[in-house]
């Protein structure tokens, strides 16, 4: 017998308007690609990655950019922007966060609230443009059954007197390119799941939708690259079963390049690490760069920041350096 449970009444939340908001990260103080002085960056390994990214995009095939929304707010927008227009990136891959973060540049010029003084109050998060508009979205997106990320760059282009900076929202830019831009949702993580009118079931469904076509393009990896920035659950947990998924169907994927950015420090990341080692359970080291090539193919973890690490790639890729 199933008792009755009591649930939350979302409809009383109070939000607020972004306006006046400080934000930590704004249009001004991201990075450039036409004005930079990049700090080089130097690795064998990092070489040789280089290369097979060049020979994927030779042949056809992908190149997944998978990223933690850290990578937004370090400002590295308008660099994944560049290489996803010179045709180095195929595909990106986010979080919720991600999705937000990219979303209020576009509309507001800036995101990445002050956390530790708004928590104390509950207006943490409580912000009425971002909830709202991206939930209207979404909700849209779901009846169309279209996934989150193309959801959300076709509300941006419905609706261009809200977001005057669509030019550096990545995936605005990459709906534009024809590129998939998957969002991979977990439910109650994000700031726009607080909002009054959240629909968790469009979310649900968009973002299922978005998983289908990840799992599309990992079905083509044989000769191709993944490539993650940052995330440390959602990129690594997707890609794995994305991978499950092609092999179950017959889908030749073996012969594949992985990466993983991060600050975390592996000594011998291709050693057998015991499960009493804290290292077992960092998730990108087992799901990207180790189970995947198992056999065939070779995977790196690099350590480093990604005001570095991006910068490189798409100077490195593009002969800019």
Not at 53 to 65: D, Y
Not at 75 to 97: C, D, P, Q
Not at 156 to 171: G, H, Q, T
Not at 313 to 320: D, T
Request: aromatic residues 10%; glycine residues 8%.
């Amino acid at each position: 017998m199933v008792r009755d449970m009591n649930h939350i009444d979302f409809s009383k939340i109070k939000t607020y308007s972004v306006t006046g908001r400080k934000n930590l990260v704004t249009l001004e103080n991201i990075a450039d690609p036409t004005r930079d002085n990049i700090r080089l960056w130097y690795d064998p390994d990092f070489d040789e990655l280089l290369l097979r990214i060049e020979a994927a995009r030779k042949n056809a095939c992908p190149v997944i950019f998978s990223m933690g929304a850290h990578v937004i707010k370090s400002g590295m927008s308008r660099y994944l922007i560049n290489l996803m227009r010179e045709g180095f990136v195929t595909h990106v891959s986010s979080n919720g966060a991600g999705s937000i973060h990219d979303f209020e540049l576009c509309y507001l010029g800036g995101t990445s609230e002050d956390v530790p003084t708004a928590i104390e109050d509950g207006s943490f998060g409580m912000w009425e443009e971002t909830g709202r508009w991206m939930n209207e979205a979404i909700i849209l997106g779901a009846a169309d059954n279209i996934g989150f990320g193309a959801a959300l760059a076709r509300y941006i282009e419905a609706n261009p007197e809200r977001f005057p900076n669509k030019d550096d929202c990545v995936l605005y830019n990459a709906y534009k390119l024809g590129i998939p831009a998957t969002y991979h949702i977990a439910l109650g993580t994000d700031i726009i799941h607080q909002h009054p009118i959240v629909d968790f079931a469009a979310i649900g469904k968009t973002s299922g939708e978005d998983f289908k076509l990840l799992c599309e393009s990992v079905s083509q990896l044989d000769g191709g690259v993944f490539l993650n920035f940052g995330s440390g659950v959602i990129g690594p947990e997707v890609f794995l079963k994305a991978l499950s998924i092609s092999r179950n169907l017959g889908y030749r994927t073996f012969n594949i390049t992985t990466a993983n950015f991060d600050l975390r420090e592996m000594e011998d990341y291709r050693a057998t690490i015991s499960a009493d080692d804290p290292d077992y359970y960092y998730r990108p080291w087992k799901n990207i760069v180790n189970r995947p090539t198992n056999m065939g193919g070779k995977g790196w973890h690099f350590t480093v920041d990604h005001k570095i690490s991006i910068p490189n790639l798409y100077a490195r890729l593009s002969n800019k350096k």
